[in-house]
């Protein structure tokens, strides 16, 4: 992907994830007195800073908004530049991304999609290089309902704008060649992954670990690179929880080969509109009376909400393999 088309995806990208993101706040926020949206929002956000202390949030409706608001494009990112590294080592390798043309990938803890829109991209530019891709299966499985039903939002909303784009642009129409292929099975609970032997097949799991439940993480890989035989895997947490990240990874072995890479940048810049609409946020409930309510921690909710939204997520430790 050039700059051109970053920029553009980019800007796609934060327009539909702010789509999104403030239909569900309406549907939320619907009826309710400005002091319970001020006690929705503080919670929420409170639930994502247990992330800071290697907690698990509740990813329920209100949490999983404002995940979107900050997380998801840094996630959907990040997906894109593991996948950019992986796929300049499979490229060093056998000179295409894919050995068959059919991917298949699972991808544990999946959220709201952020791998299945890096796959997306990465398949977008392998279409962009002339390769023959036939067909991306993608099986996520996670345990939050409305992660997964927010993802699937903003992916049917990609979906319709892609289409409805001008077809005189051959990278958005390799883009929309990319979502045509992508048949995504996602659900919550562990899928039944169908192997098609003559599938390439991957495996990820993007920041989902947590130290309560490491044993747990690793049972998981270990069963998923048992029964596929990935050709490819991934795993990315915050840069202090590297250790976990490791010992929760089936792949530290002969069969595999670890790449030490640095990962490039990807998408950059600044998420200006969903900046200014957290922001709007803080200003439409104060000027409601929303952080009168003693119970609302509104310097926290201020500070928490003013930051600038970017694409990079910030102090991330990766796992790249790929078979030998
Ligand atoms: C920090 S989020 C990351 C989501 C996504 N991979 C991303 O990069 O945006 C961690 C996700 O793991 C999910 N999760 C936690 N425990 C799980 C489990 N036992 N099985 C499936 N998903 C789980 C959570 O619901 C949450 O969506």
Redesign the pocket.
């Known amino acids: 992907m050039n700059s051109q088309q970053q920029a553009q995806i980019a800007s796609i990208l934060e327009d539909e994830i702010l789509r999104c993101a403030h239909e569900e706040f309406v549907r939320l926020n619907r009826c309710l007195p400005i002091s319970d949206t001020a006690t929705n929002v503080d919670r929420a956000l409170r639930e994502l800073q247990k992330?800071t202390r290697d907690e698990?949030p509740n990813?329920d409706e209100w949490t999983t908004l404002f995940?979107m608001l900050w997380?998801?494009p840094k996630?959907?990112n990040?997906?894109y530049r593991i996948l950019s590294a992986m796929s300049d080592a499979r490229l060093a390798q056998q000179g295409r991304l894919t050995a068959s043309g059919n991917l298949h990938v699972v991808?544990?803890?999946?959220?709201?999609?952020?791998?299945q829109f890096g796959l997306m991209l990465i398949v977008t530019d392998a279409i962009s290089r002339g390769e023959d891709i036939s067909q991306v299966r993608i099986d996520g499985?996670?345990?939050?309902g409305p992660?997964l039903r927010l993802g699937q939002d903003l992916w049917n909303k990609l979906l319709r704008r892609v289409k409805s784009a001008k077809h005189n642009d051959p990278w958005l129409q390799n883009m929309q060649q990319a979502l045509d292929l992508t048949l995504a099975l996602n659900g919550a609970v562990?899928p039944r992954v169908r192997i098609d032997e003559g599938d390439e097949r991957w495996v990820s799991?993007?920041?989902?670990v947590?130290p309560s439940?490491v044993g747990?993480?690793r049972q998981?890989m270990q069963s998923l690179a048992d029964t596929m035989q990935p050709t490819a895997a991934f795993m990315?947490t915050f840069s202090r929880k590297a250790h976990l990240m490791t010992q929760a990874s089936p792949f530290e072995n002969e069969m595999y080969q670890r790449h030490d890479v640095n990962l490039g940048a990807g998408l950059v810049g600044g998420l200006q509109q969903i900046t200014q609409w957290r922001q709007n946020l803080v200003i439409g409930i104060d000027d409601r009376g929303g952080f009168q309510d003693q119970a609302v921690n509104a310097g926290f909710v201020r500070n928490y909400l003013k930051g600038l939204v970017n694409w990079n997520a910030s102090d991330v430790a990766h796992l790249i393999y790929t078979r030998r």
Do not use: K
């Open positions: 992330l698990e990813y995940y997380y998801q996630h959907i990040l997906a991808d544990f803890g999946c959220g709201s999609l952020a791998m499985f996670d345990t939050s992660m562990s799991a993007i920041h989902a947590y439940h747990t993480l998981t990315t």
